[in-house]
């Protein structure tokens, strides 16, 4: 082959090629890539130290060395920093450097050829490789501290279910030695009425190629079965749509004993609130914030004969008497929209049609699941009746009471005329007839004071009949002097046939607000008393004052110095009809009744105070 | 009764009233919807074998969820004449003209046709939709 040949076959190698000859190594034949990796000018006959910059120390030892010796040496990935175009800074790149001795006896034309390929991007592939592998093996023990540290027990297993990996949390919650043969043991762990289950269900996960959720207990190293959630999720390989059949499940194991135990007990009281709903005997229902019914108890269905499904949401208002639908239903739309307690009585269809009145109750009770809504009807059926029985029987006994009043107003009416004529005939009788018997004239004085008294009682009673009529009258401000003036005419001829003092001080209190018939009729009765039970032995005193009570209510006082009474209890006087304090004189005893009904009627009370042979106080306290 | 998975803008209301009232028309469908917030619910009237398909139907549409029944009962008449909605839309002058389309406190009164129990119902579920305070000009009250 011809030299020139040879050259250019040099010169184009996609490898540097350059010979070094000489104990200065001067640049001999030197290739464009070998040119380029010098750096630019290699001028043959320049020594490769002085102007190749860029080649290391310990490398140009070596060649001299080479070159000494004769024994080739091979550097692979060796560094150099390459000269960047225009002055940037040195990138490093990587070559595999062959060093070849070049023999020769001539000193001058002894030397080496220099071989360099470059491997630069080898090179950084393994160094890639190299820090991918540091990283995962930083990761891998991240993960590692991660699956032991947490409070989970973490796990693998594979398509059949054998176990490839369990974290050490597994053999500290199970108690079991590191030795222990995993896929032997594990199941006999679970509870016995939890194992078969666990084991279909993990295992038709793995065949559906899916990851699975279940809760099962697991005994625990001291014994105790504690449930646990199992999560796990395949490994998935291959395209989104194309996935490949996994090979392995990874998952985890979280105890969840506590919140199973919580769930079970609010489970439980929901239960148990749902019995004792269904066993009081009255309606019971709950709604939703909405003011939707979602539940009804059971003596709903049996009171009405529907179920909750027949009744609906709003199906109650259905079961009210038509009438009171409408304000029923406006009510409680009202209540859901303010959360105002609702409450009514309503009469409410039976299964077997019958209406009985019930009341109906809900409140609003509002907790962190926001508000809802619990309610109650109540039978009152028969406390209803009953208060309508009662109601009918004092209608009938007011009624009774006042045909008796009428009765006895008609009776004491009706009997004044026969009075007044068999008054007519005695008076005849005695002015006509002559007696020789003396004893005769005392009884005819004992005749005619019987029909005195007999007038009286008659008189009286009818008096009470009309007080009695008086009692619902209306009330006016009166001036007590003005009625007891006239009350005092009506009394005129006992105040002159007794002489009596009478004196009125109204000053205190000179109006009072009543029924003037009635203020009139208790004025007469309390005067007419005082004269009536005058002591015979003194001129009668008589004073009539008004005033008001310490707390500014109106109070009237009639005292005389009279004959005075026996009294049981001063504040009750219990003066019962018909009661004579003293048997000698006239008078019905009518008169302190009908005082009294007056008085208490209007909301006051009589009290008195009195001392035999020295006189009497009544007090009327008007009002209480 | 069910919750918009999203708010739906004017926009969305007008179509669903537009095709709404197309099929439910040519189905024979009556009945309302009330829109609020998010919040739905609807009355539907119509032979049995159409509502319950509509209503699997519109169980399945994407958007809305938590779709629950209140009642379902057979009638022996209709209530509603048409199927109409009413709800607060953004530009309220759009809608003014749009045949079967109510602001809330416009929605005719119920007819007496309606039982109490129901027209109540029909009352406390627009009060959940649009919340209280919307008194239209039906409510109980006039429907007796
Ligand atoms: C809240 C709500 C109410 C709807 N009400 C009706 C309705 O009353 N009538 C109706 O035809 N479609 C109604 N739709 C729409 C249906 O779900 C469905 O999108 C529509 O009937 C078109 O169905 P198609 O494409 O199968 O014809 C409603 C959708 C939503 C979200």
Not at chain 1, 153 to 180: K, L, N
Not at chain 1, 506 to 529: C, D, I, K, M, W
Not at chain 1, 584 to 607: D, K, N, T
């Amino acid at each position: 082959m011809r030299d020139q040949q040879l050259q250019d076959i040099l010169r184009h190698m996609p490898a540097g090629i350059a010979t070094l000859l000489g104990p200065e190594l001067r640049y001999g034949f030197v290739n464009a890539p070998m040119q380029a990796l010098l750096g630019g000018e290699t001028p043959e006959g320049q020594p490769f130290a002085e102007h190749a910059k860029v080649i290391p120390h310990d490398l140009l030892e070596v060649m001299r060395q080479v070159r000494q010796s004769g024994r080739p040496y091979v550097a692979k990935g060796y560094c150099l920093p390459l000269a960047g175009p225009a002055g940037d800074a040195p990138t490093p790149r990587y070559y595999d450097l062959a060093l070849e001795p070049i023999q020769s006896e001539n000193e001058e034309e002894r030397g080496l050829l220099l071989f360099a390929v470059d491997v630069t991007a080898q090179e950084e592939a393994r160094q890639r490789a190299h820090e991918l592998a540091l990283e995962t093996r930083r990761l891998d023990a991240r993960l590692r501290v991660l699956t032991e540290t947490a409070p989970q027990i973490t796990f693998t297993v594979d398509a059949d279910g054998r176990c490839e990996y369990v974290s050490p949390q597994w053999y500290y919650f199970t108690g079991q030695p590191p030795t222990a043969d995993l896929n032997a043991i594990w199941p006999l762990l679970i509870h016995p009425d939890d194992r078969l289950r666990v084991l279909y269900q993990s295992e038709a996960a793995r065949a559906a190629g899916t990851g699975w959720s279940y809760e099962y207990r697991l005994r625990r190293h001291d014994g105790q079965y504690r449930w646990l959630l199992s999560r796990a999720l395949p490994e998935l390989h291959g395209t989104h749509d194309k996935p490949d059949k996994p090979a392995y499940w990874h998952g985890a194991m979280t105890e969840v004993h506590d919140q199973r135990a919580l769930a079970d007990a609010l489970r439980r009281g929901e239960a148990e609130l749902r019995f004792l709903a269904d066993s009081i005997p009255q309606l019971i229902w709950t709604a939703t914030a909405e003011g939707l019914i979602d539940y009804y108890n059971q003596h709903t269905a049996e009171y009405t004969g529907l179920t909750g499904e027949e009744l609906g949401p709003t199906g109650w208002v259905g079961l009210l008497d038509p009438a009171e639908q409408a304000g029923a239903a406006r009510r409680w739309i009202h209540c859901v929209a303010t959360g105002e307690s609702y409450e009514g009585l309503f009469r409410m269809r039976r299964h077997d049609g019958q209406y009985r009145w019930h009341l109906i109750r809900a409140r609003q009770l509002t907790d962190e699941r926001g508000p809802c809504w619990f309610g109650a009807c109540t039978d009152v059926d028969d406390q209803h009746r009953l208060r309508e029985v009662l109601q009918t029987q004092y209608d009938e006994l007011a009624r009774t009471n006042r045909d008796l009043d009428t009765f006895v107003y008609a009776a004491s009416h009706d009997l004044k005329q026969p009075l007044h004529n068999l008054r007519g005939l005695f008076d005849e009788l005695r002015r006509t007839a002559s007696f020789d018997d003396p004893e005769q004239e005392v009884i005819l004085g004992m005749v005619d004071e019987a029909l005195q008294q007999l007038d009286t009682t008659l008189h009286d009673l009818a008096a009470t009949v009309q007080a009695q009529r008086q009692l619902t009258a209306p009330t006016e401000p009166i001036q007590l002097a003005g009625v007891t003036e006239e009350v005092l005419l009506g009394l005129r001829t006992q105040i002159q046939e007794a002489q009596a003092n009478i004196i009125l001080e109204f000053e205190a209190a000179p109006t009072l607000v009543y029924g003037r018939a009635n203020l009139r009729s208790v004025l007469h009765n309390l005067l007419s008393n005082a004269l009536k039970f005058a002591h015979p032995e003194r001129v009668p005193h008589i004073t009539v004052a008004s005033h008001l009570s310490p707390v500014g209510q109106p109070v009237l006082m009639v005292q005389d110095n009279g004959l005075g009474m026996r009294l049981k209890d001063a504040s009750d006087p219990a003066f019962q009809l018909f009661e004579r304090q003293h048997p000698q004189l006239a008078g019905a005893g009518v008169g302190l009744y009908l005082l009294q009904r007056i008085i208490s009627s209007r909301g006051g009370h009589l009290e008195v105070t009195s001392t035999l042979g020295e006189g009497t106080a009544f007090t009327v306290y008007w009002f209480e | 009764m069910s919750r918009a998975v999203r708010p739906l803008s004017d926009q969305d209301l007008q179509e669903l009233l537009a095709q709404c009232r197309r099929d439910n028309a040519r189905d024979n469908v009556t009945g309302i919807l009330f829109y609020s917030h998010g919040n739905i619910a609807q009355l539907i009237e119509g032979e049995p074998a159409v509502i319950e398909a509509l209503f699997q139907k519109i169980a399945r549409d994407g958007r809305h969820s938590h779709v629950h029944k209140l009642v379902e009962k057979s009638i022996k008449q209709r209530s509603f004449a048409d199927w109409s909605m009413a709800f607060h839309p953004l530009e309220s002058e759009a809608f003014h003209e749009l045949a079967g389309f109510f602001l809330p406190h416009q929605v005719p009164a119920m007819p007496g046709t309606l039982a109490i129990a129901d027209a109540m119902l029909v009352d406390l579920v627009r009060q959940a939709v649009f919340g209280p305070g919307i008194s239209s000009q039906d409510s109980v009250t006039a429907s007796v």
